[in-house]
């Protein structure tokens, strides 16, 4: 259960009646599923850096799994404000669970359902709706992150096979995938998407252990060592960078609803504790410093979801920009961001503990901050957007 009360989280500007019946059933029940069965297990998870058992079927259930992909293949054919409010709801309970959402959905279904094959789509895509098969998505490498451009991983074509050859570095899910979809180099320098399914020779997912954000996700490696692919496994219908980076799109999406619910949960709880705790005879809440903090977070929390709600209306009508959605990426993590870590002052000692949730909140969003493209990164997409001129 949450700490505070499911009412008082916060539709400043009755965002609410932009909304269908629908998206409200659909935030209601993701909303109920975290308190259930998030909120009392996250806290071990994240202390003890192990992930959620059996997360990925629960998602599946819920039908928290590629929402927007066809009926047809397993998905459950929603819009993107519903994806988005789904987003929003799974990161309240954590970013881990939010992150293992957007993984499945935008970086491995969404590109089997643009980019494969009918085949692809069949055999694949309803188990990965259903979370009974896991997916990875691997584009970073040990030498390039934010240049994906460079990758050396590469794909040689043998007549009946490809040889895989290199390495995927800070892969969400690596340890737990069944496939990974990967993007390699071919011959001709051209970047190609490859799923590669766990037990092929050659293939290995070492685990990277450690981390002090996103401990209820498992990050890993993928390694490649003359892995032989069978042909019927490329993507067939992409075909260079854009590949991945239309994936990336989707999940910056995601992310950007997703955070507002990492900022939610912080704010409510502020909210909460500061009417309960006596200081100087008074709650903390009657104090004004304590106040503008929480007028400020309010204020931060309703501009993001306007935000996500125009984003969202673009997205569905097929007109939201990739610089439309990395605006919207980097104002909402660092708004998240700034709030987890000033909410907890509000709890005073209280806020360095595992019974509330700003400290997990904010050492996750250390990743977030980072991966989907870094913060500065984001900042020269708008900047190379404002002036045509590309300060990579
Ligand atoms: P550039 O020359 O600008 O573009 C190369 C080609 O790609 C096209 N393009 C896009 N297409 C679709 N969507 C986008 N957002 C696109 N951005 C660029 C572009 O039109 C061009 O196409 P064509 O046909 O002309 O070849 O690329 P560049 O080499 O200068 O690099 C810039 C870029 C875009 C790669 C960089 O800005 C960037 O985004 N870097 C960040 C890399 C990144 O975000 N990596 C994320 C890895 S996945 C991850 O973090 C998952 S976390 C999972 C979790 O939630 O747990
Ligand atoms: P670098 O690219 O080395 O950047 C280091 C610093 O340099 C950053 O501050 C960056 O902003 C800055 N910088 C880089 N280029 C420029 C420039 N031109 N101008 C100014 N500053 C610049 N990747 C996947 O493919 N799949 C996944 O599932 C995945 N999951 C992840 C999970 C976690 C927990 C984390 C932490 C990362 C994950 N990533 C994943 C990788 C993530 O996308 C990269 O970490 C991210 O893109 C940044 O790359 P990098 O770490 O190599 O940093």
């Known amino acids: 259960m949450s700490y505070y009360p499911i009412h008082t989280i916060p539709d400043y500007y009755f965002i ?15 909303r109920e599923w975290v308190d259930s069965f998030v909120m009392p297990k996250i806290d071990d998870a994240a202390q003890h850096h192990k992930d959620i058992p059996n997360l990925m079927k629960e998602l599946g259930k819920i039908g928290a799994l590629g929402p927007y992909i066809p009926e ?8 993107q404000i519903s994806y988005g409010l789904i987003m929003q709801e799974l990161e309240r309970g954590d970013s881990a669970v939010r992150s293992a959402a957007s993984v499945q959905s935008s970086l491995v279904m969404f590109p089997i359902n643009e980019f494969g094959s009918e085949e692809q789509k069949k055999k694949y895509l309803p188990h990965l709706a259903s979370g009974e098969m896991i997916g990875a998505f691997g584009l970073t490498e040990p030498n390039h992150g934010s240049d994906p451009g460079s990758m050396e991983t590469h794909f040689k074509d043998m007549g009946d096979h490809y040889l895989l050859n290199g390495a995927k570095m800070w892969i969400t899910n690596a340890p737990l995938c069944n496939i990974a979809v990967v993007w390699a180099k071919g011959e001709d320098g051209k970047v190609r998407g490859l799923i590669v399914e ?15 954000s996103l401990r209820a996700s498992k990050t890993g490696e993928l390694v490649f060592r003359d892995v032989k ?9 992409v075909i260079g960078l854009k590949g991945p980076l239309s994936c990336l799109n989707s999940a910056r999406y995601g992310i ?12 409510c709880t502020a909210v909460q504790y500061s009417k309960e705790r006596i200081q100087f005879g008074k709650p903390i809440a009657s104090y004004q410093l304590q106040q503008k903090k929480l007028a400020e977070f309010l204020t931060e929390i309703t501009k993001a979801q306007l935000l996500c709600w125009r984003l969202g209306t673009l997205k569905n009508e097929h007109r939201a920009t990739p610089a439309q959605i990395s605006l919207a990426k980097r104002n909402n993590v660092k708004m998240a961001i700034d709030i987890a870590r000033e909410s907890r002052q509000i709890l005073g000692g209280m806020g360095i503990m595992g019974e509330f949730p700003m400290m997990r909140h904010a050492a996750n969003l250390e990743s977030v901050i980072t991966y989907e493209g870094t913060h500065d990164v984001h900042l020269l997409i708008t900047g190379n957007d404002i002036t045509g001129i590309n300060a990579f």
């Open 16 to 30: 609410d009646d932009l909304l269908t019946d629908e998206h409200k059933l659909i935030r209601q029940s993701v």
């Open 72 to 79: 047809e293949y397993g998905g459950a054919g929603l819009d």
């Open 198 to 212: 766990r037990g092929m020779e050659g293939f290995t997912t070492p685990e990277t252990i450690n981390k002090w």
């Open 229 to 237: 692919i069978p042909k019927e496994n490329i993507l067939p219908n």
């Open 256 to 267: 950007s609803w997703g955070v507002i619910g990492a900022a939610i949960d912080c704010y």
